[in-house]
């Protein structure tokens, strides 16, 4: 196909995509609108989810964006529908917004949280994106259920499959291993932070006041560089385990997967961790897989400038306990 044809094909499914979501939009009553909450009206949303039952998810406070000097007005904690034939709040939306260093670029991301409508509004629920769809942004959700990813597709999302395995973290053989008493692990601040190159002590400073552990394993041998570890304790099939948010050099770390694993497993003492990934590359790799779960997830996002976030960095995961 040549590059004109190209490019006249996909202005045409550019266009047939806004008059999908145009025609969508005529659909929303006029007595229901979709309000941005700032940091100055959180107590709204607060208020109104703690008299909600059956929510589907354990309501937790609204928490500021991911990094500093945010204009709320402009990236909103969340967004409410409202009736205004009784000026009645009937749904929420939780956005949560960071901004990524995507090849040298900075990039702002949404990651869609809580969400909630009244029963008798929620055929509307899709205004929520509406919004959104504006922005530049790059715009995902972890936790979606699997009755609205209909929505997602419709909207023109990408769905994505996320795998998430735990498994039994302790490999004995790895202990008698010549390289087990080669790595070190620290999870001192000052040490941490000072070990960091820009990237990594951005992710650090961003997710330091957040229920996250940071940690970085040493090579005595000074050939690799500090691997800088993001992880959080969360309960799991009844079990304690030690979730992977991210690893800033899987793949010269993963050679020593299983004695990297125990000694992570001793440190915290956990003998169980979890990780989120999409491909079998971006797997830390510590044990046979007989020892290991599985499970998918579908993870819908809407790209911009055809930049993807795949990780679970700057999410409800670190946010919240889910």
């Known amino acids: 196909m040549k590059k004109k044809d190209f490019l ?9 995509k806004n008059v999908h979501i145009e025609n969508l939009r005529k659909r929303i009553p006029k007595n229901l609108i979709i309000e941005g909450i700032s940091d100055k009206k959180i107590h709204i949303v607060n ?4 008299t909600r039952e059956n929510l589907g998810f354990n309501f937790s406070e609204l928490s500021s964006h991911f990094g500093e000097n945010w204009n ?10 409202r009736n205004t034939d009784n000026n009645a709040i009937v749904g929420f939306m939780a956005t949560i917004y960071s901004k990524r260093q995507i090849n040298n670029n900075e990039v702002v991301c949404c990651n869609l949280a809580h969400w909630y409508v009244e029963k008798e509004f929620r055929m509307f629920a899709y205004a929520f994106f509406l919004p959104l769809l504006n922005k530049k942004i790059i715009i995902y959700s ?14 023109g999302f990408d ?27 620290s999870d001192h601040d000052k040490e941490v ?8 002590r951005r992710i650090y400073q961003d997710h330091k006041k957040y229920n996250c552990i940071h940690f970085i394993i040493l090579d005595k041998k000074k050939i690799l560089k500090p691997c800088y570890i993001v992880a959080k304790k969360v309960k799991r099939y009844r079990m304690g385990v030690l979730d992977i948010l991210y690893i800033s050099d899987l793949e010269k770390f993963n ?16 003998i169980f961790i979890g990780q989120r990934y999409f491909h079998e590359k971006e797997k830390f790799k510590y044990n046979s897989s007989f020892l290991t779960k599985t499970v998918d997830k579908f993870f819908p996002i809407k790209s911009f400038n055809n930049y ?15």
């Open 193 to 200: 932070e000072n070990a960091l190159n820009a990237q990594d």
């Open 142 to 155: 972890h936790t979606p259920k699997i009755s609205i990813v209909s929505i997602y597709k419709k909207l």
């Open 72 to 81: 709320y007005e402009e990236y909103p904690l969340g967004n409410i529908m």
């Open 47 to 50: 208020e109104y989810l703690k």
């Open 308 to 322: 993807y976030i795949f990780d679970t960095l700057y999410s409800d995961h670190v946010l919240f306990d889910i």
């Open 255 to 270: 050679q020593y997967g299983p004695e990297i694993s125990t000694k992570i497993s001793l440190f915290f003492n956990k």
């Open 8 to 16: 006249k094909n996909l202005e045409e499914i550019y266009k047939k």
């Open 159 to 185: 769905i994505k499959i996320m795998k998430y395995t735990v498994g039994f973290s302790i490999n004995v053989n790895s202990i008698f291993s010549k390289n087990y008493k080669r790595f070190v692990i």
